[in-house]
């Protein structure tokens, strides 16, 4: 009779254990969409620069400003990044097709 007991006792653990588990399947974090201004600039004697604005899907600011990074290497090489503002934006989806 006891081993009945203890094993009832070790199931109802069992679930309630399995209530608290960390699911399995990788979370989706939201994604939003940020305004990312940067200015660059290239050279030291004979400097150059510009400024530069890019719409970016992105987890956090961070993740935006990342991106951006990464995507100012390849359009313009030979800039460097000095400073970027990411600003969190409402975009509005269009279905209209043109």
């Known amino acids: 009779m006891k081993f009945i007991a203890i ?3 070790i199931l109802s653990l069992s679930v309630q254990a399995e ?3 960390v699911p399995t399947h990788p979370v989706q974090v939201a994604q939003r969409e940020y305004m990312v201004s940067g200015v660059l600039r290239r050279g030291t004697t004979d400097i150059s620069i510009k ?3 890019s719409l970016y899907s992105a987890e956090s600011e961070d993740a935006a400003v ?3 990074i990464k995507v100012m290497a390849q359009v313009h090489p030979g800039y460097s990044v ?3 503002l990411a600003t969190q934006v409402e975009t509005k989806r269009c ?3 043109i």
């Open 7 to 9: 094993m009832v006792c």
């Open 82 to 84: 000095l400073t970027t």
């Open 19 to 21: 209530e608290f588990a």
């Open 95 to 97: 279905d209209i097709a």
């Open 51 to 53: 400024l530069v604005h």
């Open 66 to 68: 990342g991106l951006f």
